[in-house]
């Protein structure tokens, strides 16, 4: 059975940083090429940040250079480090692996303006 459990959200200023965790059980997440995604509220959920089987990432232009994609496969676990944060930052984000329909509880980031 696939879990995966986000946590490292809450609230923060503009220009502020966190860093969010993804820990997954039942999948190798050093197996599979995993993503971050958000979901703002009354919008779509959108995909934020990939890193491959390899190790190599891929952001969206939103996030691209104020956020960063790294993994532990030690621990099973996958990292999003957001920097220079935006009140268009806001949203609940999740992890998951690419392509699969896996998802967790999320965990919710605000960003004051």
């Known amino acids: 059975q696939v879990q995966l459990v986000e946590s490292g959200g809450g609230l923060v200023q503009t220009g502020g940083s966190l860093r969010l965790s993804c820990a997954a059980s039942g999948i190798i997440s050093s197996d599979n090429a995993m993503g971050w995604y958000r979901q703002a509220p009354g919008k779509q959920r959108e995909w934020v940040a990939t890193?491959?089987?390899?190790?190599?990432?891929n952001y969206a232009g939103s996030v691209k250079g104020r956020f960063t994609i790294s993994r532990d496969n030690a621990k099973n676990t996958v990292y999003l480090q957001m920097s220079s944060l935006k009140p268009e930052d806001t949203a609940i984000y999740y992890c998951?692996?690419?392509?699969?329909?896996?998802w967790g509880q999320g965990t919710q980031v605000t960003v004051s303006s």
């Open positions: 998951s692996p690419s392509g699969a329909n896996y």
């Open positions: 890193i491959s089987r390899g190790g190599s990432t």
